[in-house]
């Protein structure tokens, strides 16, 4: 540009009107020298004046304190220069100039964290469109065919095909409109990029401020829990992945606390139901997934018959490729008519859960006793109880007191020979198998002379059942 036309100098900087001349220089897209648009008229409009200072910080090397300057081909305006730069107007220039303007990528909002691949990285061949719109604007948006939106935060760098059509200045900054791709069809999978069992359900770029990229996604947990989901919403990206250094949904308390309502919950075979209080997931150099809550079994209720929870905290360990799971285990529990009192049995741990693709389960091992019907003598060792997911097993049973149990105010003795558990229809069973003795008392004399007498009668039995 030519400081031609009415120039003034004063104390405020250069005036300059009317008309002088100019030239543009455009790259090619395959490189080289910069090639000079023809000679082109600069119009000084708007009270045009230059800084007499020079600011190599601004836009442009020089300081433009208002007004505008034009630059026209044959009347017709390719580019102007105000406070806020240098800008190309694309209608003027043609679309065949206009896109060689248009970059490989844009950024989200920078291309160190994320970006559209507006250009094909083989052929550099154009994928998006750009149409005039209102006050300066313009429409950039996807073809026939999508684009890829990639992550370059993360190693490795994760992408997804996207529509758009967002609105920019000439600048191709977004000024307005959204980006928002839903995942939930094909979620994506960022395990192999964080190491956590991490889905990606929904990218949206939004107005902000400035514009930022977000997500949903969901932690990804076995299939055994298929139909549990938690869910987490407003992750942000940075240059190192995602922006936040934690984030946490609903409560992660160390011990369960009855007053907390699940935030998740889910039922399974047999009633068996598994409940999420809260889930925090951690990224960066302690990056971690750990959830807490509460599982529940009809098997297991209090002296009320209201069911007993099992407060449990999870969390997800890289190294073993699984889910650890911690249980904070009760001192007893009812089961049916008996209390369950937790303990080792054998080679059976008291309390233990155990987490799969396949099933979730709880095993639980310890000793039962009946004292309101079958005395205080009497208890049974139970060892590998199961509850989970795919059902009950009754573990194995053995008698731990006395073989003999007395009932009917000791009118039936029975030496117990055999026990059989077993689980049917919401109620667990104990089969009793053994002899049964039954003692009768009688007189054979008058009151006034009375000699009681006892006889027994021995007699086998199978099935009696107690629940």
């Given at each position: 540009?030519?400081?031609?036309?009415?120039?003034?100098?004063?104390?405020?900087?250069?005036?300059?009107?009317?008309?002088?001349?100019?030239?543009?220089?455009?790259?090619?897209?395959?490189?080289?020298?910069?090639?000079?648009?023809?000679?082109?008229?600069?119009?000084?409009?708007?009270?045009?004046?230059?800084?007499?200072?020079?600011?190599?910080?601004?836009?442009?090397?020089?300081?433009?304190?208002?007004?505008?300057?034009?630059?026209?081909?044959?009347?017709?305006?390719?580019?102007?220069?105000?406070?806020?730069?240098?800008?190309?107007?694309?209608?003027?220039?043609?679309?065949?100039?206009?896109?060689?303007?248009?970059?490989?990528?844009?950024?989200?909002?920078?291309?160190?964290?994320?970006?559209?691949?507006?250009?094909?990285?083989?052929?550099?061949?154009?994928?998006?469109?750009?149409?005039?719109?209102?006050?300066?604007?313009?429409?950039?948006?996807?073809?026939?065919?999508?684009?890829?939106?990639?992550?370059?935060?993360?190693?490795?760098?994760?992408?997804?095909?996207?529509?758009?059509?967002?609105?920019?200045?000439?600048?191709?900054?977004?000024?307005?409109?959204?980006?928002?791709?839903?995942?939930e069809s094909a979620p994506l999978d960022m395990e192999p990029f964080t190491g956590l069992p991490l889905t990606l359900t929904e990218l949206v770029y939004?107005?902000?401020?400035?514009?930022?990229?977000?997500?949903?996604?969901?932690?990804?947990?076995?299939?055994?829990?298929?139909?549990?989901?938690?869910?987490?919403?407003?992750?942000?990206?940075?240059?190192?992945?995602?922006?936040?250094?934690?984030?946490?949904?609903?409560?992660?308390?160390?011990?369960?606390d009855p007053a907390l309502e699940p935030a998740w919950e889910q039922t399974f075979a047999e009633g068996f139901a598994v409940q999420v209080l809260g889930?925090?997931?951690?990224?960066?150099?302690?990056?971690?997934?750990?959830?807490?809550?509460?599982?529940?079994?009809?098997?297991?209720?209090?002296?009320?018959?209201?069911?007993?929870?099992?407060?449990?905290?999870?969390?997800?360990?890289?190294?073993?490729?699984?889910?650890?799971?911690?249980?904070?285990?009760?001192?007893?529990?009812?089961?049916?008519?008996?209390?369950?009192?937790?303990?080792?049995?054998?080679?059976?741990?008291?309390?233990?859960?155990?987490?799969?693709?396949?099933?979730?389960?709880?095993?639980?091992?310890?000793?039962?006793?009946?004292?309101?019907?079958?005395?205080?003598?009497?208890?049974?060792?139970?060892?590998?109880?199961?509850?989970?997911?795919?059902?009950?097993?009754?573990?194995?049973?053995?008698?731990?007191?006395?073989?003999?149990?007395?009932?009917?105010?000791?009118?039936?003795?029975?030496?117990?020979?055999?026990?059989?558990?077993?689980?049917?229809?919401?109620?667990?069973?104990?089969?009793?198998?053994?002899?049964?003795?039954?003692?009768?008392?009688?007189?054979?004399?008058?009151?006034?002379?009375?000699?009681?007498?006892?006889?027994?009668?021995?007699?086998?039995?199978?099935?009696?059942?107690?629940?």
């Open positions: 540009m030519h400081a031609a036309g009415q120039l003034v100098l004063d104390q405020n900087g250069i005036a300059l009107s009317g008309q002088a001349t100019g030239a543009l220089y455009l790259t090619p897209p395959e490189g080289g020298e910069p090639a000079p648009y023809p000679t082109l008229t600069v119009d000084y409009v708007e009270d045009f004046r230059l800084g007499l200072v020079y600011d190599p910080s601004a836009p442009v090397p020089i300081q433009i304190l208002q007004g505008r300057a034009d630059f026209l081909l044959d009347g017709v305006r390719l580019a102007w220069l105000d406070t806020g730069g240098f800008h190309l107007d694309y209608a003027g220039l043609g679309w065949t100039v206009a896109e060689l303007a248009i970059p490989d990528r844009l950024g989200l909002p920078t291309e160190e964290v994320a970006y559209l691949q507006l250009r094909d990285p083989n052929t550099d061949e154009l994928l998006v469109t750009l149409t005039q719109g209102n006050a300066g604007t313009w429409q950039l948006s996807t073809g026939t065919q999508p684009v890829m939106l990639v992550l370059a935060g993360f190693d490795g760098a994760p992408a997804v095909a996207v529509t758009f059509a967002l609105v920019v200045d000439d600048g191709l900054n977004v000024v307005d409109g959204q980006l928002a791709v839903n995942l939004e107005r902000g401020s400035p514009y930022r990229l977000l997500a949903r996604g969901q932690i990804r947990l076995p299939e055994a829990l298929q139909g549990l989901t938690v869910q987490i919403d407003s992750l942000t990206f940075s240059e190192q992945g995602f922006g936040q250094a934690s984030f946490s949904v609903g409560t992660l308390p160390e011990t369960d889930a925090r997931v951690a990224f960066g150099d302690q990056q971690a997934i750990e959830l807490a809550g509460r599982f529940t079994s009809p098997l297991l209720v209090d002296d009320e018959a209201q069911l007993q929870a099992l407060f449990y905290r999870m969390h997800y360990d890289p190294a073993q490729n699984g889910w650890i799971v911690q249980l904070t285990g009760i001192p007893e529990v009812s089961i049916g008519l008996g209390r369950f009192e937790l303990g080792p049995v054998g080679q059976h741990p008291a309390l233990e859960a155990q987490l799969t693709d396949q099933w979730l389960r709880l095993t639980l091992s310890g000793r039962l006793s009946m004292p309101e019907v079958l005395g205080e003598d009497f208890a049974v060792s139970i060892g590998g109880l199961q509850l989970g997911t795919d059902g009950i097993e009754v573990g194995e049973v053995n008698l731990t007191g006395t073989p003999e149990i007395s009932l009917l105010d000791e009118l039936l003795q029975i030496e117990l020979t055999e026990l059989t558990p077993a689980y049917e229809n919401g109620v667990y069973r104990l089969t009793l198998s053994g002899t049964g003795r039954l003692a009768t008392w009688t007189s054979r004399r008058p009151a006034s002379a009375c000699r009681i007498c006892r006889w027994e009668r021995t007699a086998r039995f199978r099935s009696v059942r107690v629940r």
